[in-house]
């Protein structure tokens, strides 16, 4: 803050800042800036109750403030997962080929990371382009929410797989909700009825069997009943009253990002509240930049995009990474100081562990951060996965909930620890260990991994960390 702008603020005239200033033995020209710990003291001085807010901290309470009179409908955001040659890829075609913009105006399908599927009545959804959990669990791990459906491919020939449970399980610890949809139909082998039991048994439990779980039978191959699971989509969808402001500055997150030769940085936007506009000016991460062009799915150059539409940007100073939030500001002023602020704020997170280790659960839940220790169990075998779980579930704690989001048997993979850091879990093997690539992934991401092969001492190590922070009884 610059001497007149502090002035302005207490009503007083400038050279009255500049005494208070020089009584703090600072000699300040009116268009100086000052520290803002000084300008507070000041302000407090003169019988102001001030605090220190960063300009990304006033923009937002500023859009806090401004209500939103204008939700609307805004079409899904929706993730195809599924077990590997389940389908996921040839869903994802079959779903564009019902495309009637495409066809219609001509469009031709440009990769950006996310396509727009509209149906003939004008109704939309919008499908992330990458299959698997890979792509929403990596978004997810940096903090952002894109997915409002999960669309869960099993082939009815052959049922659930280890990936299909890893897949729910990711689904589940973020709350989207899923939708399955019964691969390969048209197959000799097919038994969709198989697939509704192996899932009822893991909680998906079909609506025509009195449960809440919307299944369709489809194959992606000739095409039957997408549009059917396109219906269903859009059903539930409205029964999740997904809305947003289109009258607000926009709001996003990155879903991709390359530097392109011929056109420099190039990002896929994911627009989630507000409408993007040719000419903003934007904070990305910790970077910024101004909307110099903006193309759709299907190539067409945009003036503006409303929300829950993927478009690529140009115009970004440097390179967003995936994941990373998006939103217009008011002008470049504020846009370089906030990446600059989150810039340093990212420095000096990066020098303090940012994973969390069973050790500093103690202290969170003391703070009142944490109310649940979420794990993720590996095991060698069946058996003792279910052991872990049973000695688990024996230990009480009344502050804490012991919660395992993802139990399975095998090693632990890249997508356990992606999984852990995006929701703050604990990564505890049995018997088992991490591969190269998780290994790497846990030092990037500072995943706690704890290795065990007695049972009693991972029971333990547990039970310590929870009664260390147990409150006395008095
Ligand atoms: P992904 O690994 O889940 O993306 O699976 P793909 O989409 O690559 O499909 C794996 C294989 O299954 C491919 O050979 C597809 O042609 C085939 N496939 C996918 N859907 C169907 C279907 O509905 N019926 C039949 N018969 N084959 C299918």
Do not use: C
């Not at 040839?90 to 396509?115: C, P, W, Y």
């Not at 909700?177 to 998906?204: F, T, Y």
């Not at 194959?219 to 549009?227: L, M, R």
């Amino acid at each position: 803050i610059t001497v007149r702008e502090l002035a302005d603020i207490l009503k007083v005239p400038p050279n009255q800042v500049m005494a208070e200033l020089l009584k703090r033995g600072i000699l300040a020209t009116i268009n100086q800036t000052i520290p803002a710990e000084v300008a507070v003291s000041i302000a407090e001085g003169m019988g102001f109750l001030a605090e220190i807010k960063s300009v990304e901290e006033k923009i937002d309470q500023e859009e806090e403030e401004e209500p939103s009179e204008n939700l609307q409908p805004r079409p899904p955001v929706v993730v195809v997962m599924g077990h590997v040659d389940h389908g996921k890829t040839t869903l994802l075609d079959a779903v564009r080929k019902t495309n009637v913009a495409e066809r219609e105006k001509g469009g031709i399908t440009q990769h950006i990371g996310a396509s727009v599927v509209e149906l003939p009545d004008g109704r939309k959804i919008t499908f992330l382009d990458t299959p698997g959990h890979e792509a929403f669990i990596s978004l997810r791990a940096r903090g952002a929410q894109v997915t409002d459906i999960a669309v869960l491919v099993v082939a009815a020939d052959d049922g659930v797989m280890p990936q299909t449970v890893e897949a729910i399980n990711h689904a589940r610890a973020f709350n989207v909700p899923i939708i399955v949809a019964v691969n390969k139909i048209d197959k000799p082998g097919a038994d969709p009825q198989r697939v509704r039991r192996e899932l009822s048994e893991l909680g998906l439990i079909p609506e025509e069997w009195g449960g809440d779980t919307i299944f369709v039978d489809v194959s992606a191959k000739t095409g039957q009943n997408i549009d059917q699971l396109l219906e269903y989509i859009l059903l539930l969808a409205d029964l999740l009253e997904l809305k947003a402001d289109p009258t607000k500055r926009a709001k996003g997150t990155i879903i991709e990002s390359k530097l392109d030769k011929q056109k420099g940085v190039v990002a896929t936007v994911l627009v989630q509240e507000g409408t993007l506009y040719v000419g903003d000016i934007f904070v990305a991460g910790t970077t910024y930049g101004r909307v110099r062009a903006m193309t759709d799915d299907k190539g067409r150059r945009l003036k503006s995009a409303g929300p829950s539409t993927p478009v690529e940007v140009l115009g970004f100073e440097d390179l967003p990474m995936a994941g990373d939030t998006f939103k217009v500001v008011p002008d470049e002023k504020t846009a370089r100081q906030i990446a600059e602020a989150r810039r340093l704020q990212k420095e000096q997170l990066e020098k303090v562990s940012r994973g969390l280790a069973l050790e500093e659960v103690f202290k969170k839940i003391q703070e009142g951060e944490l109310k649940e220790l979420k794990l993720i169990v590996k095991t060698d075998t069946v058996g003792s996965l279910e052991a872990i779980k049973k000695s688990l579930s024996d230990i009480h704690s009344q502050e804490v909930a012991i919660r395992i989001i993802h139990g399975d048997v095998g090693g632990i993979t890249e997508n356990d620890i992606m999984l852990a850091k995006a929701s703050s879990a604990i990564v505890i093997g049995f018997n088992t260990r991490p591969d190269v690539k998780a290994k790497e992934a846990a030092e990037r991401e500072k995943v706690d991994v704890r290795l065990y092969s007695i049972i009693y001492e991972l029971i333990d190590d547990v039970k310590k960390a929870l009664k260390g922070m147990l409150k006395p009884v008095e």
